[in-house]
């Protein structure tokens, strides 16, 4: 069994935007409506009829007036009882005088005096501003709060809108982060086809003037963690030119719209530092095959894609800006990406091999101190499955040990450490097994590792251990010599004997009513293969070399993996029997192996009890 933690690899960022410029166009927006509200407010409650002195003179004189206000150069006379309504607004009628500028009322020149002592002047400088302001002004500090409030309850979404159409893509800084093809390791096919665009990005006129046409867009495939972006990272070094970076995750959960803005800003950014090298990161994020699918609610995906489709399509032979796009599920990206003229070029980026990992550890080695005697060669023989990330990883958690016993170098001891404890999680500490679970996990250990050694076609025992790490009590490591592609019908049939030894010692050794749950995962493993060499890998021939497993379908249109298959009631049951019969043979080989070598199975399950632990070399010594 194996468990790699995976750890998450921290992307620079460039941080984000401040978010000033929505708070500057709320402000605006505040304040055109601060502006155009006491307008509102008057048109909406006065009827104002411009008069002459003379005509205001005779009106007062007849009584029409409530009240006359001198307003700056105004004189606003309110008629009494004079509330009109027009089509549902009540208004109240008003007459104004535009009056010469004169200070005293006295100066106005009327001819009946007594008019001024019934005249309010309104002090037309503080107060009135303020009572005329002031509802004004509380709508637009309320409307300011209440803004902020909901901008606060959007949280992180409103963050990402907050730049609204700026991209937000990452600009690596050319010399500072600079990554090189030497700075990956194996991924030689890779990097040759990669090279042509390297060649390109530096001298795009020797293509252009032949009339060369150079692919687009380039997608990278492969599983997580194999150096996708750390290739895409080398191409820009190695060419020279910037390298706009963003992640197709980011623009999921985005408004409607803010997606394909920040596309077109990409765009149009990298045409204007171009040569360049935009790279779109899990693409699949917004690239997925569209459906007819449940649940809309995907407009922004299909948006964004659909930018990035037209930006593609804009580009014309003077473009000199190239798309990297990286993703590890090529499956499920639509077609509509992969038309000429837009990705066209794919290349595998495969998990590493023996040789490659030896040189990514040599490479994570570089920047560390390391003891000269550290043998990567074995390091990465026993590394198969590892990605480019977990090697890197892996050196840095010897190096984070080292220091923490304040080692000055990396040792190849701290390195065993690192592996132990990346492949099995931390050694539990706390997790302490009573005596009795002890023998048993010694016994079962024991168990398995025997029957591996003792069978012809097995890995070999790399380790035995009864240290409680992860959730494993004890483990047994067998450990391939090599890389293996195809696995034979023998091996699995010794690997599912190998499994059993576990409880086949479990039952030897304390009797069919003691066996314990510590088996489950073996069995359950062990269900899996003969499972599949039944219905998949159609090794029986009794029962047929059809697929009865079915197609492996990826994603339906819920979005959930579905096997179809179809085959008839009774097929099934002649496949439920023959896997039982698989297993059980494999179970009574498990159990001769153990009877047989009682007294050896004993011995080093003693020793095993004693010291915990019992290495590669200990164990073929109890075969010599
Ligand atoms: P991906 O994009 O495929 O998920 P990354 O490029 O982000 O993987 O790789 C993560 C890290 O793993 C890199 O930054 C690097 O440290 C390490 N790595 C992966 N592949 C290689 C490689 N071939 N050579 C050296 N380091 C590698
Ligand atoms: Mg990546
Ligand atoms: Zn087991």
């Known amino acids: 069994m194996r468990k790699i933690p995976k750890t998450n690899i921290k992307t620079p960022k460039i941080p984000k935007g401040k978010g000033t410029k929505p708070f500057a166009i709320l402000f605006i927006i505040a304040l055109i409506i601060a502006l155009i ?18 005509t205001l003179e ?22 009494s009882g004079s509330e009109v309504s027009e089509a549902g607004v009540t208004k109240t009628r008003r007459d104004i005088v535009i009056l010469p500028k004169n200070d005293s009322l006295t100066d106005l020149g009327l001819k009946h005096p007594e008019i001024a002592t019934n005249v309010l002047v309104k002090d037309n400088t503080s107060s009135e501003f303020w009572s005329d302001m002031l509802p004004t002004i509380i709508a637009f500090v309320l409307f300011f709060i209440i803004a902020i409030i909901l901008i606060g309850r959007m949280g992180g979404m409103a963050n990402n809108a907050m730049t609204f159409g700026k991209s937000r ?40 003037d032949i009339g060369a046409k ?47 803005s920040r596309v077109r800003d990409l765009f149009s950014n990298a045409k204007k530092i171009a040569p360049a090298i935009i790279f779109i990161d899990e693409i699949d994020a917004i690239g997925k095959k569209r459906g007819p699918g449940l ?6 995906r299909e948006q964004t894609l659909n930018q990035i489709l037209t930006e593609m399509d804009g580009f014309d032979n003077d473009t000199n800006v190239i798309v990297m796009g990286a993703t590890n599920r090529a499956d499920v990206l639509d077609k509509a990406l992969l ?10 980026v495969n998990l590493p091999n023996l040789q490659d990992r030896e040189e990514i550890l040599q490479i994570h080695a570089r920047n560390k101190k390391v003891e000269s005697d550290v043998d990567f060669h074995s390091l990465a023989s026993s590394t198969v499955g590892f990605s480019g990330a977990d090697l890197g990883n892996l050196m840095n958690e010897a190096a984070i040990i080292s220091a923490r016993y304040d080692e000055k170098i990396v040792s190849q001891k701290r390195i065993s450490e690192a592996f132990e404890r990346l492949v099995m999680g931390l050694r539990k500490k706390s997790l302490i097994m009573n005596e009795e679970e002890k023998k048993i996990t010694a016994y079962h250990e024991v168990g398995h590792a025997l029957v591996g050694k003792l069978l012809p076609n097995t890995d070999p025992v790399h380790k035995v251990s009864i240290i409680s790490r992860g959730g494993a009590l004890g483990v047994t ?14 091996k699995y049939l010794d690997e599912l004997a190998t499994l059993y030894g576990g409880r086949a010692a479990e039952e030897v050794f304390f009797g069919k009513d003691f066996i314990t749950t510590g088996a489950s995962n073996d069995i359950e493993k062990a269900t899996h293969i003969a499972r599949e060499m039944v219905m998949r890998y159609g090794m029986y021939e009794d029962i047929g070399r059809e697929n009865y497993a079915g197609e492996r379908v990826s994603g339906n249109h819920l979005g959930v993996s579905e096997e179809k298959s179809s085959f008839s009631d009774e097929t099934m049951k002649k496949i439920d029997a023959k896997v039982t019969e698989i297993l059980n043979a494999a179970y009574a080989l498990a159990i001769k192996l153990i009877t047989k070598n009682k007294k050896l199975h004993e011995q080093i399950a003693t020793d095993l009890l004693a010291k915990e632990e019992i290495s590669k070399e200990e164990f073929d010594g109890y075969f010599a």
């Open 169 to 208: 893509a990452r600009l690596y800084d050319k010399d500072k982060d600079k990554v090189l093809f030497k700075d990956v390791a194996g991924a030689d096919e890779e990097k040759e086809e990669l090279a042509e665009v390297v060649q390109f990005l530096k001298n795009p006129k020797k293509f252009k």
């Open 477 to 490: 490591w067998f450990l391939p010599e090599r890389d293996r592609l195809l696995t034979s019908k023998a």
């Open 58 to 79: 005779n009106r007062f004189l007849s009584g029409s007036y409530s009240e006359v206000l001198i307003d700056g150069n105004k004189a606003i006379a309110t008629w």
């Open 37 to 54: 509200a006491p307008q509102i407010r008057n048109t909406a409650q006065f009827s104002d009829e411009e008069i002459a002195l003379n």
């Open 339 to 348: 038309r000429p003229g837009r990705f066209d070029r794919k290349i595998t």
């Open 214 to 260: 150079i692919p687009r867009g380039i997608l990278l495939v492969g599983p997580p963690w194999t150096g996708k972006t750390l290739l895409a990272r080398a191409v820009a070094g190695e060419s020279d030119v910037p390298f706009l970076s963003i992640s197709g995750s980011e623009f999921v959960e985005m408004f409607v719209g803010v997606g394909a």
């Open 295 to 300: 649940g809309g609610g995907h407009d922004e």
